[in-house]
């Protein structure tokens, strides 16, 4: 499977932004999807995670009640939606998809990357 991560941007604190995740090839709705970021001079982080049919949903804890994390199977789309943005928030965002329906909150736990997205939250 390819993922193509998009809707980052430059945003000011307090705002919201949705990321996006298309992935291309069949049997999307057989992954578990997870959204990771990495702000610069750190390591990557889990952020939140889905599992195959939307039904269970896990979050890093700075960003619970901030950040949702959801999915269309139809559209073989998952999406990250960012509200109540922090400077801390700054990173890039990286979609991953694994091949267990429950995904993990590891980085080794994921099976596919795509290309990261850049999140620039001003203050």
């Known amino acids: 499977v390819q993922l193509q991560a998009s809707g980052g941007g430059l945003v000011q604190a307090g705002g919201s932004l949705r990321l996006s995740c298309a992935a291309s090839?069949?049997?999307?709705?057989?992954?578990?999807m997870g959204w990771f970021r990495q702000a610069p001079g750190k390591e990557r982080e889990f952020v939140a995670g889905?599992?195959?049919?939307?039904?269970?949903?896990h979050y890093l804890d700075s960003v619970k009640g901030r950040f949702t994390i959801s999915r269309d199977n139809a559209k073989n789309t998952v999406y990250l939606q960012m509200n109540s943005l922090k400077p801390e928030d700054t990173a890039v965002y990286y979609c991953a998809a694994s091949w267990a329906l429950v995904p993990t909150n590891t980085i080794s736990g994921m099976d596919y990357w795509g290309k990261g997205t850049l999140v620039t939250v001003s203050s």
């Open positions: 090839g069949r049997r999307f709705s057989s992954y578990g």
């Open positions: 889905i599992s195959w049919s939307g039904g269970f949903t």
